[in-house]
């Protein structure tokens, strides 16, 4: 079985400031992660996946991830954060072989303050 | 153009009704979710259908039961409905899993369901 583990409930940050949200997942078999972000009352978007190959992957709005296997993290970086930055930010494992089944984690609350 | 919909968006009801959520997306794909998530934001599988066939179903009460009449459409029914059913109940949709690996899911809006 999987499960994955954010390790922050809340993150506050000023505009501009840099963040990380921190992933750590728990597999027996070969995975893949994914970031999604939940925007107020809306559905889940995704930022970013994992699949193979290198294991910084790059997203959209300028949002990156390092896969580091050893430490079994998938942590979430930005360089400068944005008003709009603002929102709910989980992670998400799948494992080979599972029907897309995406198990979550507890989600990370990032809230940018000017 | 909406890719992925939801029916109702808000929905309140009494406990002990049954009531239904529909679901429809327009992207051409081959595999539909449930997912619920509380009021703590956790969100958790609740069914998964491709091509019209039940393939992921999670430790859910027997009073939920989905029904996908064709790949577009995944709705769900919910029988006697309880305080803890309250929750958002979001839609998904893919792609069925490549060779690669699995495939992006776009949800839809989600049905904020509240029992009282």
């Known amino acids: 079985a999987q499960s994955v583990t954010q390790l922050d409930s809340q993150v506050p940050v000023f505009e501009e400031a840099p963040v990380e949200l921190r992933c750590n997942y728990s597999?027996?078999?070969?995975?893949?992660l994914f970031w999604y972000v939940q925007y107020p009352n809306q559905g889940l978007q995704l930022l970013l996946k994992?699949?193979?190959?290198?294991?910084l992957v790059k997203g959209i709005n300028g949002f990156e991830a390092e896969f580091n296997k050893s430490q079994t993290s998938f942590h979430l970086r930005k360089p400068s954060v944005h008003i709009s930055d603002t929102a709910e930010y989980f992670c998400?494992?799948?494992?080979?072989?599972?029907?897309?089944?995406?198990?979550f984690g507890a989600g990370t609350r990032l809230a940018v303050h000017p | 153009d909406t890719a992925v919909s939801q029916t109702p968006k808000y929905l309140v009801t009494q406990m002990g009704n049954d009531k239904s959520i529909k679901c429809e997306q327009n992207?051409?794909?081959?595999?539909m979710y449930w997912y619920k998530q509380d009021s703590k934001k956790f969100l958790k599988i609740m069914f998964s259908?491709?091509?019209?066939?039940?393939?992921i179903n999670e430790t859910v009460p027997n009073r939920f039961s989905p029904k996908s009449p064709d790949k577009a459409h995944l709705n769900l029914h919910i029988n006697s409905l309880e305080l803890g059913d309250s929750a958002v109940y979001f839609c998904?949709?893919?792609?069925?899993?490549?060779?690669?690996?699995?495939?992006?899911?776009?949800f839809g809006p989600g049905t904020r369901l509240t029992v009282t």
């Open positions: 998904a949709s893919s792609p069925t899993w490549g060779g690669a690996g699995p495939r992006e899911q776009y």
């Open positions: 597999s027996s078999v070969s995975v893949y």
């Open positions: 994992y699949l193979s190959g290198s294991t």
């Open positions: 998400a494992v799948s494992a080979s072989g599972g029907y897309n089944k995406l198990i």
């Open positions: 992207l051409g794909h081959d595999t």
């Open positions: 259908y491709n091509n019209k066939e039940l393939i």
